[in-house]
């Protein structure tokens, strides 16, 4: 074939044939579109609900770090015989407050 042809061909041709594909894929995006707007809008979500739950979330999780990370204190890191030290001394302390009474 003549390239001037093929070229007449593709554009009779072809060319219509992928622009209606195309219009086509168009019109179902904007389907899908409509449609995932229907589905929000049916399943009751709410930007409110999500910031809410988003702040409780972020809340809950600042807690539990900081009561998790407390207790690894407590149990790893704590000079026990210094805090029994100083509760003996307020001890003794107490009981001869109350001798002298």
Known sequence: MKPE???NHLIQHILPALQKDIVNKEEQLAAIDMNTE??????????????IYIIAFGGLTAFI?????????????????????VSQAANDFSIRSLTRC
Not at 38 to 51: P, T
Not at 68 to 83: K, M, P
């Open 38 to 51: 229907e589905l929000v809008q049916q399943s009751g979500y709410s930007n409110f609900k999500f910031w």
């Open 65 to 85: 770090y900081l009561f998790y990370s407390s207790a690894i204190y407590s149990a790893f890191y704590r000079d026990l015989n210094a805090e029994m030290a």
């Open 5 to 7: 042809t093929e070229l």
